[in-house]
């Protein structure tokens, strides 16, 4: 599906795309979005899981704005390569 796939290429732009269009997954699971989140976790990609968990919960516009302006999408040091410096 469509919200799977951006989710696991990191896409944020097209997950919100997405989930505005009322967009569905493989296998919602208890939050809806099971799948996605875990394709999105699987790859680095938490901003984008992030968004899923946030919209699940009923925040349908999630503010992603501390992502766009730092860069720091794995949300650990802005490195990108987390505490313990591997990637």
């Keep these: 599906m ?3 796939g951006a989710a696991e290429h990191g896409r944020l732009d097209t997950v919100q ?3 505005n269009s ?3 997954c493989m296998e919602p699971g208890t939050t ?3 799948s996605t989140i ?3 976790k699987n790859n680095w990609h938490f901003a984008v899981a ?3 968990l946030n919209h699940s ?3 349908a516009d999630a503010d992603v704005s501390e992502y766009a302006m730092t860069g720091d999408f794995l949300g650990i040091d802005g490195t990108g ?3 313990a410096g591997i990637f």
Excluded: H, P
């Design 50 to 52: 992030d968004v899923l």
């Design 38 to 40: 875990q394709f999105a």
């Design 22 to 24: 009322a967009a569905t």
């Design 32 to 34: 809806g979005y099971d």
């Design 57 to 59: 919960n009923g925040i």
């Design 17 to 19: 795309l997405l989930l």
């Design 81 to 83: 390569l987390g505490t």
């Design 2 to 4: 469509a919200l799977d």
